[in-house]
C-alpha cells in the first residue's frame, strides 16, 4: 500500500490510501484555573480502509495524563483521547507546564493479523523491527495554557453615569413597592373593632375620672360636716358649764346628757344622708 500525506484545513497532517488517518485539534488548548485541572479531548479518526495502531507520547509526562495512551484503531472507526492537565503544582523550571509542552502522535498502518494484538505488544515489535519502524507516521501536537483573566475592579469614580431612563424605572420601581395595599374586607373589619374597642376604654376612663372627682368631693363634705359637728358640740359643752351648777345640779346634769346624746345622733343622721346621696350619684 502506499500512503500519501497531506495538510487539511487546520494544519493537521494527514496519510491516506483510500481513505485517511486524521487528528483533532490541531492545537492543544488549556484553560487552567487556579487549583483545579482541565481536560482537552483530541479525537483520531481511522477513514483508511486498514487498521492502525497509535501510541501518544508527551514531553512532560508529569503534569500530562492521557487516556488512552495506545491503542489500535479499526478501519472506518473513530477513538477520543482524553488529555488532562493536572492541577497547578509546586513544580518550578523545566517541570512545570508551559506553551513550549509537546505531544507526539505515532500511528502506523497493520495487517488484519496484527489488529488482534495487545497494544503494548504491538509497539514492542514494532521498535524491534526496523521495517515496520519506517512505516510509522507521527504528528506533534503544539500545547497553548491560557491564563484566567485577571478582574477588573471597578472604582465609584470610574463607573459610567446613570442614564435619565435608568433614574426614572428606579423611582418608579421604588414608589410601586411602598404603595399602600388595598385591605380587603376582613382587614376592614378588623380595623372597625380596634376603633370601637379604642372609643370604649376612653369612655370608660371618663367615667373613672368623674367617680373620682366625686370621691373627692364626698370626703371634703365628710371633713367639712365633722368639722361642724365638733364645733357644735364644744359650744353646747361651753353652755352646759356656764349655767349655774348651784341651783340646778341635778337638772343641768340631766340636760346636759340629753343634748350630747342628741349632738353625735343628730351628727350620725346627717353623714348617713351624705353617703345616700353620693350613691344615687354613683349608681347614676
Not at 90 to 102: H, L, M, N, V
Request: charged share 25%.
Amino acid at each position: 500500500l502506499i500512503y500519501q500525506i497531506s495538510v487539511n484545513s487546520t494544519g493537521v497532517k494527514r496519510m491516506s490510501s483510500s481513505g485517511h488517518f486524521s487528528l483533532e485539534p490541531s492545537k492543544l488548548v488549556f484553560k487552567r484555573s487556579a487549583g483545579t485541572s482541565c481536560k482537552v479531548i483530541l479525537r483520531l479518526d481511522n477513514g483508511s480502509a486498514a487498521p492502525h495502531g497509535y501510541k501518544i507520547k508527551t514531553t512532560k509526562p508529569k503534569e500530562y495524563t492521557v487516556k488512552p495512551n495506545q491503542g489500535i484503531l479499526q478501519a472506518g472507526s473513530k477513538q477520543d483521547v482524553t488529555v488532562t492537565l493536572q492541577a497547578q503544582s509546586s513544580a518550578s523550571g523545566s517541570d512545570k507546564a508551559s506553551d513550549k509542552d509537546k505531544f507526539l502522535v505515532q500511528y502506523i498502518p497493520l495487517e488484519d493479523d496484527q489488529a488482534s494484538l495487545d497494544p503494548k505488544d504491538l509497539w514492542t515489535q514494532i521498535k524491534s523491527n526496523s521495517e515496520m519502524n519506517k512505516q510509522v507516521q507521527q504528528k506533534k501536537l503544539p500545547v497553548e495554557i491560557a491564563r484566567p483573566e485577571p478582574t477588573l475592579e471597578t472604582h465609584p469614580e470610574a463607573e459610567s453615569p446613570i442614564s435619565v431612563a435608568d433614574a426614572e424605572s428606579s423611582v418608579n420601581q421604588s414608589v410601586n413597592s411602598k404603595k399602600v395595599k388595598t385591605p380587603t374586607p376582613a382587614a376592614a373589619s378588623d380595623e372597625q373593632d380596634i376603633i370601637r374597642m379604642q372609643q370604649e376604654i376612653q369612655e370608660l376612663r371618663r367615667e373613672l375620672e368623674v367617680k373620682e372627682a366625686l370621691g373627692e368631693k364626698m370626703a371634703k363634705a365628710l371633713a367639712d360636716v365633722e368639722k361642724k359637728m365638733a364645733g357644735r358640740n364644744d359650744s353646747m359643752r361651753r353652755q352646759v358649764d356656764e349655767s349655774d351648777a348651784s341651783d340646778n345640779s341635778n337638772q343641768s346634769a340631766a340636760v346636759t346628757d340629753g343634748k350630747s346624746k342628741s349632738g353625735p345622733q343628730l351628727l350620725l343622721l346627717i353623714v348617713v344622708a351624705i353617703i345616700f346621696f353620693f350613691l344615687g350619684q354613683f349608681s347614676s
